[in-house]
């Protein structure tokens, strides 16, 4: 089984790339989705400073790879010989899937400047998003205290995304189609 997770800053393009892969048939794994589950859980607004405080009390409360933990059930359960995780946010996450899934584990990372983040940020138009640069730099910070920059460090592979759609499109397949290749069918 290999296992591919996406790590970037807030609007890199992770979850573009897992719409990619999706679009491929790979089964996707959102982390994010983990938190605004718990966001509802408690019945709080899913808003940025929400979304950022169950992050961070999970984290605290069950490890920093707290959020890896309650998905690697999810992946086991998937089925496929190739999952995409989208959204690692730290360094310890990153250890937890290498720990409990092994060699199969790549870690992409995805570049864009907080520019074409924050432009990117007002015209997707989520809940948990934020409304100023800096709100999106303070995003940045939050992340970055949860290990994200060493997330990142510790990735097996970059993919720029300060292009055209199209182009970071071509990449992201080209990636994931040379992990699909090296997969074995089921």
């Known amino acids: 089984m290999k296992i591919i997770a996406f790590v970037g800053m807030p609007a890199s393009g992770k979850s573009e790339a897992a719409r990619i892969a999706a679009e491929m048939g790979i089964p996707v794994i959102n982390m994010g989705d983990v ?4 966001v509802s859980r408690r019945g709080l607004e899913p808003n940025d400073s929400n979304t950022g405080m169950v992050a961070t009390q999970l984290r605290k409360c069950e490890g920093m790879d707290a959020v890896a933990v309650r998905c690697i059930s999810q992946i086991r359960d998937a089925g496929s010989d190739l999952i995409v995780v989208d959204g690692v946010r730290g360094v310890a996450e990153v250890e937890c899937f290498r720990r409990e899934l092994g060699e199969g584990f790549i870690l992409i990372s995805i570049y864009a400047p907080i520019e074409i983040r924050f432009s990117r940020v ?14 999106l730099r303070n995003r940045d910070e939050r992340e970055l205290s949860w290990g994200m920059g060493e997330a990142i460090e510790a990735s ?5 995304n300060n292009s055209t759609l199209e182009i970071f499109k071509k990449d992201v397949v080209e990636v994931l189609s040379n ?3 090296q997969t074995p069918s089921e």
């Open 122 to 135: 007002q015209k997707r138009g989520r809940s948990d998003d934020m409304n100023s640069i800096e709100g």
């Open 179 to 181: 992990y699909l290749r």
């Open 35 to 38: 938190i605004r589950k718990e």
């Open 156 to 160: 097996n592979i970059e993919i720029e």
